[in-house]
């Protein structure tokens, strides 16, 4: 069984560009997460999707951040603009449901930004 | 929200001597703990989880044991392996019963296997 794949694995832009991550998540998972992963620091959740509906982005910087998910299954985290605090692995997870609470992670995407 | 510790941050063993991490959490209504398993520049990867109706849960070398009165929960690993050296994180959620799965995690303890 393919793992949750994530694309690009780094990305290095200048400050005040705009970014965009992507995610497939294991198949026949509903469930879908963006985490923010700080140095030596634990994940942070960013967005929760269950099939396409985000049903906890409470901690999404709406201002800059967007995500989607279209067909409940691939997403998109876009930031625009993008600043120097930024800079931080954005991982993507997924579980089978809402009623499957093991999360499976991505490699993530490592952002620097300039 | 959930609030979840880790103690120490750093630990250094030798290899094969036994390691052991604390978690302390703050939500009573949390009922679903995993731990993570993160090497240098890659996934986290769960090793173990347990659950509110479960006091202990062993894998091999890995357990992992649950008091929630005190509202903590610890992994042990014995028989220490070089490559067990990574960070690892614990968590804390309410769970599917509450349709809420956000995972609160601690920041992870650093574990050195000296060989």
């Known amino acids: 069984e393919a793992g949750v794949v994530q694309s690009p694995r780094y990305k290095i832009i200048e400050k005040k560009q705009p970014v965009a991550f992507w995610c497939n998540p294991i198949?026949?998972?509903?469930?879908l997460y963006w985490y923010l992963q700080n140095l030596g620091q634990g994940p942070e959740l960013l967005i929760r999707?269950?099939?396409?509906?985000?049903?906890?982005d409470s901690q999404l910087p709406k201002d800059r951040f967007s995500a989607e998910r279209l067909k409940g299954v691939d997403s998109t985290l876009k930031i625009q603009p993008a600043e120097l605090g930024d800079s931080a692995v954005y991982l993507c997870?997924?579980?089978?449901?809402?009623?499957?609470?093991?999360?499976?992670f991505g490699p993530g995407t490592r952002l620097l930004v300039l | 929200g959930e609030n979840v510790e880790q103690h120490p941050s750093t630990l250094s063993v030798q290899e094969g001597d036994s390691a052991v991490i604390k978690c302390t959490y703050s939500d009573s209504a949390s009922n679903y703990f995993p731990w993570y398993k993160q090497e240098l520049g890659k996934r986290p990867q769960l090793i173990i989880d347990i659950r509110s109706n479960v006091g202990e849960k062993k894998d091999q070398r890995i357990a992992v044991t649950l008091n929630k009165t005190a509202k903590h929960f610890s992994l042990h690993i014995t028989e220490t392996q070089p490559e067990d050296s990574a960070v690892y994180f614990c968590?804390?959620?309410?769970?599917?019963?509450?349709?809420?799965?956000?995972?609160?995690f601690g920041k992870g303890n650093q574990v050195v296997v000296i060989p």
């Open positions: 968590a804390a959620s309410r769970g599917a019963h509450y349709g809420n799965n956000r995972l609160a």
């Open positions: 999707y269950e099939n396409e509906e985000a049903v906890d």
């Open positions: 198949s026949g998972h509903n469930t």
């Open positions: 997870a997924s579980s089978h449901d809402y009623q499957g609470e093991t999360q499976y």
